[in-house]
Nanobody, 124 residues
């Protein structure tokens, strides 16, 4: 079992920055890849970024490359998503998720555990 709790969402103007945090707990966290997804009203949950817990390898959606950075602090069991130059269309609920194996890191259905989400609102 893995428990995930997100925080750090809020209201920001377009072009602004936010840092989301995900507190992870549970046994054998090193087996899990951690990802961030977002979901806008009426839309499907979409992949944003992911990082391996132990290796530090990361992946990003093309739309956020160069603006978002995913990182982790193993000592604190935390994963972060630094978001810069935010756009109004990136508004939504951001979820932290964990998976232990699969074929595609961008597919939400392959993630086993999810946090409750944190709302990000970007005003234009």
């Amino acid at each position: 079992q893995v428990q995930l709790v997100e925080s750090g969402g809020g209201l920001v103007q377009a072009g602004g920055s936010l840092r989301l945090s995900c507190a992870a707990s549970g046994r054998t966290l090193s087996r899990y890849l951690l990802g961030w997804f977002r979901q806008a009203p009426g839309k499907e949950r979409e992949f944003v970024a992911a990082i391996t817990w132990s290796g530090g390898t990361s992946w990003y959606a093309d739309s956020v490359k160069g603006r978002f950075t995913i990182s982790r602090d193993n000592a604190k069991n935390m994963v972060y998503l630094q978001m810069n130059s935010l756009k109004p269309e990136e508004m939504g609920v951001y979820y932290c998720a964990a998976r232990n194996g699969g074929t595609s890191i961008t597919m939400a259905r392959e993630y086993d555990y999810w946090g409750q989400g944190t709302q990000v609102t970007v005003s234009s």
